[in-house]
Protein backbone atom coordinates (compact mmCIF):
# COMPACT_ATOMS: atom_id res chain seq x y z
CA UNK A 1 0.00 0.00 0.00
CA UNK A 2 0.99 3.62 0.16
CA UNK A 3 0.28 6.79 2.16
CA UNK A 4 -0.71 9.97 1.54
CA UNK A 5 2.71 11.56 1.40
CA UNK A 6 3.67 9.02 -1.26
CA UNK A 7 0.40 10.05 -2.91
CA UNK A 8 0.41 13.84 -3.03
CA UNK A 9 4.32 13.39 -4.13
CA UNK A 10 3.44 11.59 -7.87
CA UNK A 11 0.44 13.98 -7.59
CA UNK A 12 -2.10 11.03 -8.50
CA UNK A 13 -5.41 11.27 -9.43
CA UNK A 14 -6.69 11.29 -6.15
CA UNK A 15 -4.32 13.34 -4.61
CA UNK A 16 -5.22 16.34 -6.97
CA UNK A 17 -9.03 15.48 -6.88
CA UNK A 18 -8.57 15.68 -2.62
CA UNK A 19 -6.44 18.71 -2.74
CA UNK A 20 -3.45 16.86 -1.22
CA UNK A 21 -5.56 16.69 2.18
CA UNK A 22 -6.62 13.34 3.74
CA UNK A 23 -5.82 11.77 0.30
CA UNK A 24 -6.50 7.96 1.38
CA UNK A 25 -8.63 9.25 4.08
CA UNK A 26 -11.50 11.02 1.63
CA UNK A 27 -10.71 8.60 -0.93
CA UNK A 28 -12.15 6.06 1.16
CA UNK A 29 -14.93 8.23 2.62
CA UNK A 30 -16.06 9.12 -0.92
CA UNK A 31 -16.54 5.57 -2.04
CA UNK A 32 -17.82 4.30 0.86
CA UNK A 33 -20.89 7.57 1.23
CA UNK A 34 -21.61 7.02 -2.70
CA UNK A 35 -22.57 3.53 -1.99
CA UNK A 36 -25.01 5.12 0.37
CA UNK A 37 -26.80 7.55 -2.15
CA UNK A 38 -30.17 7.61 -2.98
CA UNK A 39 -31.38 5.40 -4.95
CA UNK A 40 -28.20 3.33 -5.10
CA UNK A 41 -29.49 -1.02 -3.93
CA UNK A 42 -26.41 -0.50 -1.69
CA UNK A 43 -28.40 2.22 0.45
CA UNK A 44 -29.40 0.57 3.17
CA UNK A 45 -29.94 3.50 5.32
CA UNK A 46 -33.03 4.53 2.85
CA UNK A 47 -35.05 1.84 4.40
CA UNK A 48 -35.78 2.92 7.84
CA UNK A 49 -33.72 5.98 8.85
CA UNK A 50 -35.00 9.27 8.89
CA UNK A 51 -32.64 11.72 6.28
CA UNK A 52 -32.08 13.66 9.92
CA UNK A 53 -30.41 10.48 11.53
CA UNK A 54 -28.46 10.22 8.26
CA UNK A 55 -27.28 13.27 8.12
CA UNK A 56 -25.86 12.75 11.74
CA UNK A 57 -24.46 9.42 10.89
CA UNK A 58 -22.31 11.66 8.22
CA UNK A 59 -21.40 14.40 10.62
CA UNK A 60 -20.12 11.30 13.31
CA UNK A 61 -18.76 9.31 10.09
CA UNK A 62 -16.24 11.77 8.73
CA UNK A 63 -14.53 12.90 11.01
CA UNK A 64 -13.72 9.61 12.33
CA UNK A 65 -12.12 8.26 9.16
CA UNK A 66 -9.85 11.99 8.65
CA UNK A 67 -8.84 11.45 11.96
CA UNK A 68 -7.06 7.74 10.69
CA UNK A 69 -5.32 10.28 9.15
CA UNK A 70 -1.57 9.54 11.11
CA UNK A 71 -0.65 13.29 10.54
CA UNK A 72 -3.49 14.57 13.10
CA UNK A 73 -2.70 12.10 15.30
CA UNK A 74 -1.15 14.12 17.87
CA UNK A 75 -3.22 16.83 17.78
CA UNK A 76 -6.20 14.62 18.11
CA UNK A 77 -4.23 12.82 21.13
CA UNK A 78 -3.61 16.21 22.57
CA UNK A 79 -7.41 17.48 22.53
CA UNK A 80 -8.15 14.37 23.99
CA UNK A 81 -5.87 14.78 26.89
CA UNK A 82 -6.73 18.13 27.51
CA UNK A 83 -10.80 17.09 27.54
CA UNK A 84 -9.94 14.58 29.75
CA UNK A 85 -7.99 16.72 32.11
CA UNK A 86 -10.05 19.38 31.91
CA UNK A 87 -13.04 17.72 32.87
CA UNK A 88 -12.15 15.41 35.35
CA UNK A 89 -15.26 15.80 37.85
CA UNK A 90 -17.47 15.72 34.71
CA UNK A 91 -15.55 12.01 33.73
CA UNK A 92 -16.31 10.40 36.96
CA UNK A 93 -19.85 10.24 35.99
CA UNK A 94 -19.32 8.55 32.49
CA UNK A 95 -21.52 5.60 34.00
CA UNK A 96 -24.51 7.82 33.60
CA UNK A 97 -24.45 7.95 30.13
CA UNK A 98 -22.44 10.05 27.47
CA UNK A 99 -25.84 11.85 25.73
CA UNK A 100 -26.51 15.07 28.17
CA UNK A 101 -23.28 14.58 29.92
CA UNK A 102 -20.75 15.37 26.94
CA UNK A 103 -21.28 17.51 24.17
CA UNK A 104 -21.50 16.29 20.62
CA UNK A 105 -17.96 17.23 19.76
CA UNK A 106 -16.90 15.95 22.77
CA UNK A 107 -18.85 12.56 22.18
CA UNK A 108 -16.95 12.79 18.69
CA UNK A 109 -13.49 13.35 20.09
CA UNK A 110 -14.35 9.74 22.27
CA UNK A 111 -15.17 8.01 19.10
CA UNK A 112 -11.79 9.31 17.22
CA UNK A 113 -9.52 8.02 19.63
CA UNK A 114 -10.86 4.99 19.73
CA UNK A 115 -11.45 4.18 16.20
CA UNK A 116 -7.27 5.26 16.15
CA UNK A 117 -6.94 2.82 19.07
CA UNK A 118 -8.20 0.04 16.67
CA UNK A 119 -6.26 1.57 13.20
CA UNK A 120 -2.94 1.25 15.37
CA UNK A 121 -3.66 -1.90 17.10
CA UNK A 122 -3.78 -3.48 14.36
Not at 57 to 80: K, N, Q
Amino acid sequence: GTNNNFQVQIRSDISIQFNDQHVLENHSLHMGLSLLEPGMHTNFLEAGVSKSKQQTLRSVLIPMVLATDMAEHFSILSAFKAKVLSNKEKNRSVLRGLKGLFTFEERVLVLKMGLKCADIGH
